[in-house]
């Protein structure tokens, strides 16, 4: 069974950057054809994917993040990285990583369990 677990900081000032890394377990990064997430959800607000990095390594982010937003992974750790620049207040969010992958006529899901990250002077 794969898990995944977010780490990084739970606050961070504004303009600095963020940085999430998101380690897994029970199956590794670079598996044919799992595409590795990251998201998030601002209080109160619903989920925003904000760009993936695919098991060959492939990046692709959300059109409305990508000018402030970088996801790299490291497969000797069998982890992947969310660096976000310039964070404001707005920025503050649970941010979660997650995998998905198709089983047969479907698909596998999972998610880590978020991380909250607060973006305050």
């Known amino acids: 069974q794969v898990r995944l677990q977010e780490s990084g900081p739970d606050l961070v000032k504004p303009s600095q950057t963020l940085s999430l890394t998101c380690t897994v377990s029970?199956?590794?990064?670079?598996?044919?054809?799992?595409?590795w997430s990251w998201i998030r959800q601002p209080p109160g607000k619903g989920l925003e994917w904000m760009g993936v990095?695919?098991?060959?390594?492939?990046?692709y982010y959300s059109p409305s993040l990508k000018s402030h937003t970088s996801i790299s992974r490291d497969t000797s750790k069998n982890q992947f990285s969310l660096q976000l620049n310039s964070v404001t207040p707005e920025d503050t969010a649970v941010y979660y990583c997650?995998?998905?992958?198709?089983?047969?006529?479907?698909?596998?899901?999972?998610w880590g369990q978020g991380t909250l990250v607060t973006v305050s002077s």
């Open positions: 997650a995998t998905r992958t198709t089983v047969g006529s479907g698909y596998l899901e999972v």
């Open positions: 029970g199956g590794s990064i670079t598996t044919n054809y799992y595409y």
């Open positions: 990095i695919t098991y060959d390594g492939r990046v």
